[in-house]
T-cell receptor, first 114, second 114 residues
Framework: DQQVKQNSPSLSVQEGRISILNCDYT??????FLWYKKYPAEGPTFLIS?????DKNEDGRFTVFLNKSAKHLSLHIVPSQPGDSAVYFC?????????????FGAGTQVVVTP | DTGVSQDPRHKITKRGQNVTFRCDPI?????LYWYRQTLGQGPEFLTY????????KSRLLSDRFSAERPKGSFSTLEIQRTEQGDSAMYLC????????????FGSGTRLTVV
């Protein structure tokens, strides 16, 4: 049962433009969300998080938006840079699971072109 | 401390053989997680330790899988009687209490069962 879905397996964007990555979840108990970035042959790297008490969190070029009613979150990267080319995973957890078990989406491959 | 270390990076084994992977977490992290990732999918939770106690195992973790974390430091994941379906990237992650910064993942062990 895939509770976290990233329906776009790939995204191509020009350098300097905005990248928008989407993630949908089905479990209404999820209240903490993370985005990870993964380069080939490396483990995922934490990027940004958001809890359900917020609808937006910003860190430099990265902003995550949460729409709880739609069970949808998105990651905006602006401006996109060549080094942003990677696979991005959305992950969700219920804070009641206090030990931090996360459900991950299948990932979106981002390619930033010059 | 340079992060989460996993050994080996790659393992090729014949079907039916036993394999063991090692994970060295960040020293001050009391939580340690094992995930498995197959091609085109996000990481799937396998098991979790808080210090030396294994607190939960996913139903994905069959009886052929066993994990230990003696003394709450490094952890090992053993797979007995490997099957071709065990071929995957095995990721270890560690964290401290609280979810604000997510996990720190290792680079993973790529297992190929032939």
């Amino acid at each position: 049962d895939q509770q976290v879905k990233q329906n776009s397996p790939s995204l191509s964007v020009q350098e300097g433009r905005i990248s928008i990555l989407n993630c949908d979840y089905t479990n209404s108990m999820f209240d903490y969300f993370l985005w990870y970035k993964k380069y080939p042959a490396e483990g995922p790297t934490f990027l940004i998080s958001i809890s359900s008490i917020k609808d937006k969190n910003e860190d430099g070029r990265f902003t995550v938006f949460l729409n709880k009613s739609a069970k949808h979150l998105s990651l905006h990267i602006v401006p996109s840079q060549p080094g942003d080319s990677a696979v991005y995973f959305c992950a969700a957890s219920a804070m009641d699971d206090s030990w931090g078990k996360f459900q991950f989406g299948a990932g979106t491959q981002v390619v930033v072109t010059p | 401390d340079t992060g989460v270390s996993q050994d080996p990076r790659h393992k090729i084994t014949k079907r039916g053989q036993n394999v063991t992977f090692r994970c060295d977490p960040i020293s001050e992290h009391n939580r340690l997680y094992w995930y498995r990732q197959t091609l085109g999918q996000g990481p799937e939770f396998l098991t979790y330790f808080q210090n030396e106690a294994q607190l939960e195992k996913s139903r994905l973790l069959s009886d052929r899988f066993s994990a230990e974390r003696p003394k709450g430091s490094f952890s090992t994941l053993e797979i007995q009687r490997t099957e071709q379906g065990d071929s995957a990237m095995y990721l270890c992650a560690s964290s401290v209490s609280g979810l604000d910064y997510g996990y720190t993942f290792g680079s993973g062990t790529r297992l190929t069962v032939v």
